[in-house]
């Protein structure tokens, strides 16, 4: 799967069990999800083993931060990499 | 050297290889299901192994250790071998996400000044963090989980079977100050906490525990680790982070290990009966799990039945659903349900509640709007006494709401160099507990907290902990604000609302303001703020408390009486 469909995946998973009321358009690929509190360090976790579960990777404890996974297109660039 | 097994945890633990050395002791539930038991021996073995190299560092019996680390193997071996050489743990949560948190540094500052730590265990990826303490602590030492991989010397763990007077171990508890205060606990305090809980468990041979609780929250560490080394009873552990990314492989590991008992705060059941989903229960058995305990912030009746009634297919009756109360200034709980029977509940008149303070019992629920489902908590442990205080401490009748005072013997010794709290909450023989219940005969109903306490996920806050974050907002008028937090029964946990004055002089479009105060709080304290208020300058009503402000404008929210200039939920 190429980066693209990760976003895309990535962001209909957000909007589905994140953001519910959110209208598409207002969440952006470099949207900051994790400093804003749109995720929380629950809703975090959450992401990630969706993540894990779609894209047969593992995610160590010190990976899961603000550095892979404060926007969508850090977070499509990490599982890339973890792919890779 | 000679112990009596009576007197301190060293000597329960020492009396436990003796007797059953082989015993199963610990394992780690990992994602893939694989797990290793360990016996006591080996843990015990490893625990001195580790001790050694605490001891080689300079720490001493005595000393205090803080740990900042995830609660997993690395973690548990350091813990149990600090306690062997007398050295007094003391657990301060690690950051979820990495990067967040940014006040932490403040916290160990604040921590280690306070108790003088002799040193400061991190993990490996956290060096930037433990090179800026060495700085700020030249006398403290700073080490790695690394540091545990190899060497040490189990033979040269210098092992300690301290008096009962002699201190245990400290727990932090939120402060007042936007710091955490510390809990100090004595041997004996310890010990007695540990015999009430096995006699109102009724804990016995062949139960097995499993915890996924952090070690840095007395749940993970007295409740569980503690309690099931000393009583020699086999526990299971799951890393925090496995729990919470995957909450069904709690159940998958109570399944695979024939587990009878296991704890959690409301969220986690919430959490767990939201989340789990189907192909995750193939194959699974809870019928031997006599006790799923709930503790450590309110417990809701909606989220105890949606857990039973989720998991009764796969052998959870309702008598397996237990209640618990306890705080950090009380080692261990304090009151438990019936460990054979079921919880009780009571329907009471919300208006004479919350008016009168006197709970009515009407009948049933009936989904009526005037009644309200508070949850007993049990009764206390056998050696305990409990009584509901007025605010001038008389002694309440049944059904009176007033403080719930406890007359225990496992109460902490002090708040650590804080003795204007101590004495506060340790005056008249009963240990203050800040919480908020009546009784009916013996039985304990917890119904909120004297003074305003955020409660997130079994983590607590305090309104103060938001004061410093919110400071450095420009726009936002300083020291005018209000944090509580609101009871949310379809997440098992509080939502945190923040409300805050701007000043007249701001010119930031207010959602500007509304993201820059989620993402402050985010950024220093790791956690989501459900929703923002902004007020005009001017227009917070004073009170002469800060206590009370927080309270009277949950309660304005509540009511729906807050206007603001903008408002923001997510």
């Known amino acids: ?84 | 050297m000679t112990h009596d097994s009576n007197t301190s945890l060293q000597a329960m633990f020492r009396d436990r290889l003796t007797r059953n050395p082989d015993g199963k002791a610990l394992t780690f539930f990992n994602p893939d299901g694989s797990h290793t038991w360990r016996t006591f021996s080996e843990f015990y073995q490893t625990g001195c192994r580790y001790g050694s190299i605490l001891s080689r560092g300079g720490v001493s019996a005595g000393d205090v250790c803080v740990f900042m680390l995830p609660s997993d193997e690395t973690t548990a071996n350091a813990l149990f071998g600090a306690l062997l050489i007398g050295a007094l743990p003391l657990m301060v949560a690690p950051p979820v996400v990495r990067g967040l948190h940014s006040n932490l540094k403040d916290v160990l500052d604040h921590v280690v000044k306070t108790t003088s730590a002799r040193m400061v265990v991190l993990e490996d990826d956290e060096k930037a963090l433990g090179e800026a303490m060495q700085e700020s602590h030249p006398e403290t030492a700073v080490v790695y989980t690394s540091a545990f991989e190899q060497g040490g010397d189990a033979d040269a763990a210098p092992l300690v079977y301290p008096g009962g007077e002699d201190l245990a171990a400290l727990q932090l508890t939120s402060g007042t100050t936007g710091f955490p205060r510390v809990c100090v606990w004595d041997q004996n305090a310890v010990l007695q906490a540990l015999h009430g809980m096995e006699l109102a468990m009724k804990l016995g041979e062949g139960d097995v525990c499993v915890n996924w609780t952090p070690l840095y929250h007395d749940m993970g560490l007295i409740n569980n680790f503690m309690l099931c080394m000393a009583k020699d009873i086999p526990l299971v552990m799951l890393e925090t982070i496995n729990f919470l990314k995957k909450p069904a492989s709690w159940l998958q590991a109570l399944s695979a290990t024939g587990a009878t008992v296991t704890w959690s705060p409301n969220f986690g059941y919430a959490f767990t009966a939201q989340r789990v989903r189907d192909h995750h229960l193939k194959d699974i058995d809870l019928s031997k799990v006599k006790a799923f305990w709930n503790a450590a912030e309110r417990i809701h009746l909606d989220t105890m039945l949606a857990f039973q009634s989720k998991f009764e297919q796969f052998g959870v009756p309702l008598s397996a659903m237990k209640t618990n109360f306890g705080c950090a200034e009380n080692v261990g709980g304090a009151t438990f349900s019936d460990a054979a029977g079921n919880f009780v509940v009571e329907h009471v008149n919300k208006r004479r509640l919350y008016e009168d303070g006197i709970a009515v019992p009407e009948t049933a629920g009936n989904g009526s709007t005037n009644t309200v489902a508070v949850v007993g908590v049990g009764r206390p442990y056998p050696g305990m006494s409990i009584q509901i205080q007025s605010a001038d401490g008389e002694v309440l009748p049944d059904g009176h709401v007033g403080e719930i005072a406890l007359n225990t013997p496992s109460r902490m010794k002090a708040y650590l160099n804080n003795e204007e709290e101590t004495n506060y909450a340790l005056r008249d023989q009963y240990l203050h507990t800040g919480d908020y219940g009546y009784m009916r005969g013996e039985e304990v109903f917890w119904t909120g907290r004297i003074r305003e306490r955020i409660n997130l996920h079994g983590k607590k806050f305090d309104p103060s902990d938001f004061e410093s974050v919110l400071l450095h907002i420009e726009g936002l008028r300083p020291g005018c604000f209000a944090a509580f937090g609101v009871d949310d029964e379809k997440i098992g946990t509080q939502r945190l609302v923040i409300v805050s004055e701007i000043r007249d002089s701001n010119e930031q479009p207010l959602e500007a303001l509304v993201d820059e105060v989620r993402e402050q709080v985010a950024t220093h304290l790791g956690i989501k703020v459900d929703e923002v208020l902004l007020l005009a300058q001017g227009t917070m009503t004073k009170t002469s408390s800060g206590k009370r402000r927080h309270r009277f404008y949950r309660e304005l929210y509540l009511d729906g009486e807050i206007h603001a200039l903008s408002s923001a939920l997510t």
């Open chain 1, 1 to 84: 799967m190429d980066s693209a469909e990760i976003k895309q995946a990535v962001k209909e998973y957000i909007l589905k069990e994140f953001l519910p009321d959110e209208a598409p358009e207002n969440l952006s690929f470099d949207t900051a999800l994790v400093t804003t509190g749109i995720l929380d360090s629950l809703a975090t976790l959450d992401l990630v083993s969706f993540l894990e579960e779609t894209y047969g990777i593992k995610v160590a404890a010190h990976e899961v931060g603000v550095d892979h996974m404060n926007t969508i297109d850090e977070i499509a660039e990490f599982v890339v990499s973890k792919q890779g």
